[in-house]
Structure formats: structure tokens, C-alpha cells
């Protein structure tokens, strides 16, 4: 994401926006915000949240490249000049998030004090020795000392599990 440009919209007069389009007009004070993802990203869906009270549009920036986020920046654009509402975009800027590939979907137990490998090898089993994950560049990212965080659901399948691993050493090949 670093030195990409993405075009949000082009200028409006802001009286435009303060105006009341009715004498009797009261702006709602909730505002729902709704995350636009795979399955929310079309014009036909984005219209339907736009419909359902949806004023705001967050945009994860964990997935998706630019070219990605630009083409459902402008699938809003379309579906908020169709319904003629406003639509704020929040932008989750959090960066890219360390995935752990654990395709059968069973939980993971990890014990205290025991080693795991973290590995890129994306067709290698999850397993309490062994997680893939989605970034080739970890081995060059840290460095003996650090800690990684592992999230909720990342692995073990439950919001609430989380794990802070220490590196220990650093393998270039397995």
C-alpha cells in the first residue's frame, strides 16, 4: 500500500452536503457502518446496504490490493449517485495481517513452552508443530528475540484464542 494513490471522489460544494433536500428534513444521528468486502462489494449489494441505513463504508486494507479496493471504491461511488445518498468510506488501514492456512478447519492446540514452525509452505497440514502461513518474508522480517502475535480465529477456529510466540531461531529451508 505504501506510495499507491486511490481516488475517494471527485470535489462537491460542501453547502451541498449541509443543505436539507427537505423544509422538514432531520438527519438521522445513527450511523451504521458497513464493512464492503467479496460478497458486499457489487453495485446491486452496495446498493442494498445504502438502502438499509448503511452511511458509512469500511474498507479493510488486511486483503485486497489497490486495484481491488479502488474498483469497489468506485462500485460506491456508482451505487450512492444511483440512490442519491451520502456514503462517509472509513478506511481500516491496519496493514496486511499474518494468516495461518488451516485447512481442515480443526482446532489447534499449542503447549506452553513447546516449539512451533512457521512455515510459507502453504500445502503443509496445520498442526501443534507446524502452521503455514501467507507471508514468504517472515524468516527475513524477524529476528531471534522477537515476538509474534497470533490473533483470534487464526488458527484455532475461537474468537477468543490468541498466542504470543517467541522466535528462537530462524530456518531458511525445511
Not at 11 to 19: D, F, G, K, T
Not at 130 to 150: E, S
Request: proline residues 5%; contains cysteine; charged residues 25%.
Amino acid at each position: 500500500m505504501q506510495g499507491a494513490h486511490i481516488l475517494l471522489e471527485e470535489p462537491i460544494r460542501l453547502a451541498s452536503i449541509l443543505e436539507p433536500s427537505k423544509p422538514n428534513f432531520f438527519p438521522a444521528m445513527t450511523k451504521i457502518i458497513g464493512t464492503l468486502g467479496p460478497q458486499s462489494r457489487s453495485v446491486e449489494v452496495i446498493e442494498g446496504c445504502l438502502k438499509a441505513g448503511m452511511s458509512v463504508a469500511r474498507f479493510d486494507f488486511s486483503g485486497g490490493d489497490n486495484d481491488y479496493h479502488q474498483e469497489t471504491i468506485e462500485n460506491l461511488k456508482i451505487a450512492a449517485k444511483g440512490m442519491k445518498k451520502l456514503c462517509a468510506i472509513m478506511l481500516d488501514t491496519v496493514g496486511p495481517e499474518l494468516r495461518v492456512f488451516n485447512k481442515n478447519e480443526e482446532p489447534i492446540v499449542l503447549e506452553i513452552d513447546a516449539f512451533v514452525i512457521l512455515t510459507p509452505d502453504q500445502t503443509k497440514e496445520a498442526s501443534s508443530e507446524v502452521l503455514p502461513i501467507n507471508y514468504a518474508g517472515l524468516a527475513k522480517t524477524v529476528k531471534k528475540g522477537d515476538t509474534i502475535f497470533v490473533g483470534q480465529y487464526l488458527f484455532t477456529g475461537s474468537e477468543t484464542t490468541s498466542v504470543w510466540l517467541e522466535v528462537k531461531a530462524l530456518l531458511t529451508r525445511l
